[in-house]
């Protein structure tokens, strides 16, 4: 296992669009939080070696150390420093991992107001090399009604506080299609977020979960519905304005400038195998995936008493993970060789503009990225009568 991701699920409100395993807490129960995630990494080492052993590795051996470390929430910058700086000290020392640090690429989710001074010192220290800051929109009409807790002037001053800091991998989160009651001016928040000249931009389109404030303010008509031909329109123009400014889709979501793609997410997108440690976090081992209890409180008490923290897990068939393989090819710009596309399907997709070859290889366009699920199912479905 190189990539290891650690679910740190603390908020101190619900975003409106929100149905992560988060827990809204006044005081952060850090200690605890801290306590738990490392008895259960204990426990995963003892009790399943097929899924992580770097004890068996040679100190200082390569093969025994991470490529990328995540963590995400919830909200990890609200973690005290000194408690980000304990668990990320016992997590490289348990992982064997002996050279620093720009080499293992280091993510913490942050929101915009937990970037001080003192914080962004304090996460370089700990060996924090990036940042995804979620900024969500420059609009404080669209934040106020997300629930977000900060305005947009936090976001620049969190950028600028970061490079000051010394990281110059930082990444900005925005969210397109909202309702078209908030006459969100999406051509501005792009002209904002590109102003700051963030390393990386991840764009995503509002999606309605149930159980969350937006589903029931829909329900009873307080709000509409994310409409597809707004989420269509202002997806295609992030893609044009962005490649005004040198950015590079590299997934159906994400983009870079100079290179700074995510090397954790990538590994995800390539099938790659990772261990999640914290509630509801995921694992997977390139053929069982599993995920761990949700609520935090289950979590820390099976933690706690050195019981598995696993809810349950699947064993994916052949089938499963031909379509998984499919799927995750097309979403990114390596796209799928060219000899797994049947000819008539290439044909038709490349009439309708959905898909283009580079080299030998079978590569989504924008339009073919708003059809990605259509495009899998289609494969497929040729794939079978094959």
């Known amino acids: 296992m190189r990539h290891l991701y650690l679910h740190v699920p603390f908020c101190q409100r619900r975003c409106s669009y929100c149905d992560f395993s988060i827990a809204v807490r006044n005081r952060i129960p850090a200690r605890e939080y801290v306590d738990a995630v490392l008895a259960e990494l204990e426990l995963v080492m003892e009790s399943s070696p097929g899924w992580v052993n770097p004890g068996a590795m040679p100190r200082g051996s390569s093969e025994g150390n991470l490529e990328t470390l995540y ?102 989160d925005l969210i397109f299609a909202l309702p078209a009651e908030l006459r969100r001016d999406w051509g501005r928040d792009l002209d904002q977020v590109l102003a700051l000249l963030p390393a990386h931009l991840s764009l995503y389109g509002l999606t309605v979960e149930e159980r969350t404030p937006l589903a029931r303010w829909i329900s009873r008509g307080a709000t509409s519905a994310p409409d597809d031909e707004r989420y269509a329109e ?79 897990e699947e064993v994916l068939t052949e089938d499963q993970r031909e379509l998984e393989r499919l799927y995750l090819a097309l979403r990114t710009d390596a796209g799928l060789p060219q000899t797994a596309c049947p000819p008539d399907r290439l044909t038709a997709w490349r009439s309708e503009e959905w898909v283009e070859l580079q080299g030998k290889r079978v590569v989504c366009t924008p339009e073919g990225w708003l059809r990605l699920d259509a495009l899998v199912r289609d494969l497929t479905s040729a794939r079978r009568m094959v």
């Open 71 to 172: 963590l995400g929430g919830g909200t990890p910058s609200l973690l005290p420093p000194d408690a980000l700086a304990t668990l990320l000290t016992s997590l490289l020392d348990a992982f064997r991992v002996t050279s620093l640090r720009d080499a293992l690429e280091v993510t913490i989710e942050a929101n915009p107001e937990d970037v001080t001074p003192e914080n962004a010192a304090a996460w370089r220290r700990a060996g924090v090399n990036r940042v995804s800051l979620g900024a969500q929109s420059f609009d404080d009409r669209v934040l106020q009604w997300m629930h977000r807790s900060h305005d947009a002037t936090r976001i620049g001053d969190a950028v600028r506080t970061l490079r000051a800091a010394g990281f110059d991998n930082i990444s900005l």
């Open 234 to 312: 202002e997806y295609l123009y992030a893609h044009e304005r962005l490649a005004r400014d040198g950015y590079r889709f590299y997934e159906v979501s994400n983009a870079e400038r100079d290179g700074h793609r995510s090397r954790h997410n990538s590994a995800y997108w390539s099938g790659r195998a990772y261990l999640g440690l914290g509630p509801a976090a995921h694992s997977f081992d390139g053929r069982v995936r599993r995920w761990n209890l949700t609520a935090w409180e289950t979590y820390r008490r099976a933690a706690g008493a050195g019981l598995p923290a696993v809810e349950a």
